[in-house]
C-alpha cells in the first residue's frame, strides 16, 4: 500500500471521528437543553409555591394582628348580654380570648421572620427559572445556527464549557426542594407536555402568520 492510500485511509478515519465527536457534543447539548426546560418547569412552580404560602401568611398575620388589638372590654359584655349565664361566659371568653391572644401574637412574631423568607424563596427560584430557561434558549440557538460540517469540535466543547459554567452560576442561585426534584426527575412528562403546547402554539402561529402574509398581498 502506497503512502497516498495510507494518507487517504487516515483522512478519513480522521473525518469519521470528528464526525462522531460532534454527534457526541450534540447528544449533549440536547440533553442539557432537555435538562434545562425541565429545570425551568420545576423553578418556576417553587416560585409560585412560595408565592402563594407567602400570601397566605401574609393574611393570616392580618387576621392575627387584628385579634391581639381585639380589646376585651367589648368582647366580654357583647357575650354576657347573648345569654344569662353571665360570669361563666365571662370566665369562658376570657380563657378563650386570652388564648387567641397568645396564639395571635406567637403567629405574628413566626411571620416576622417567615415572610422575608419566603419572598426570598420566590424571588431566587424564579430568577433561577428564568435563568434556565435564557440557557435552554441559548442552546436551541446555538444548535439552530451550527452544521456539522461548518462548526468544529472545539466550537463545540468551547459552547458546552460555557453552558457548564452557566448551569452552575444557575444551580447556585436556588437549590430545588427535595419533593420537587423527585416530581421532575421521576418522569419527564411535564417537559413533553410542554413540548406539545409549544408545538401546538408554533403551529397555530404559522397558520395565523400565513392568514396574515395572504391578507397583506391581496391589499
Excluded at 502506497?2 to 480522521?14: F, G, V
Excluded at 357583647?78 to 344569662?84: C, D, E, L, P, Y
Amino acid at each position: 500500500m502506497s503512502n497516498s492510500d495510507n494518507n487517504d485511509l487516515e483522512e478519513i478515519q480522521y473525518k469519521q471521528d470528528d464526525k462522531t465527536a460532534k454527534k457526541k457534543c450534540i447528544r449533549i447539548l440536547k440533553e442539557m437543553e432537555f435538562r434545562c426546560m425541565n429545570s425551568a418547569i420545576m423553578n418556576y412552580e417553587l416560585s409560585s409555591h412560595y408565592d402563594n404560602l407567602q400570601f397566605r401568611v401574609s393574611v393570616f398575620s392580618s387576621i392575627a394582628a387584628g385579634i391581639i388589638t381585639l380589646p376585651a372590654s367589648k368582647v366580654i359584655p357583647a357575650a354576657q348580654a347573648m345569654t344569662s349565664l353571665g360570669s361563666k361566659v365571662t370566665k369562658l371568653g376570657m380563657v378563650g380570648l386570652l388564648c387567641a391572644s397568645a396564639a395571635a401574637v406567637a403567629y405574628s412574631q413566626a411571620a416576622e421572620y417567615l415572610l422575608p423568607s419566603l419572598k426570598r424563596k420566590m424571588r431566587d427560584y424564579n430568577k433561577a427559572g428564568a435563568g434556565w430557561q435564557r440557557l435552554e434558549l441559548n442552546i436551541r440557538g446555538f444548535l439552530a445556527s451550527s452544521t456539522v460540517d461548518q462548526t468544529t469540535v472545539c466550537e463545540y466543547r468551547a459552547f458546552i464549557e460555557q453552558c457548564g459554567e452557566k448551569r452552575e452560576e444557575i444551580c447556585n442561585i436556588a437549590r430545588p426542594e427535595e419533593w420537587s426534584y423527585k416530581k421532575y426527575n421521576e418522569t419527564c412528562s411535564y417537559v413533553i407536555d410542554r413540548y406539545r403546547r409549544r408545538n401546538q402554539w408554533h403551529m397555530e402561529f404559522r397558520k395565523l402568520q400565513k392568514v396574515v402574509d395572504a391578507m397583506e398581498k391581496t391589499g
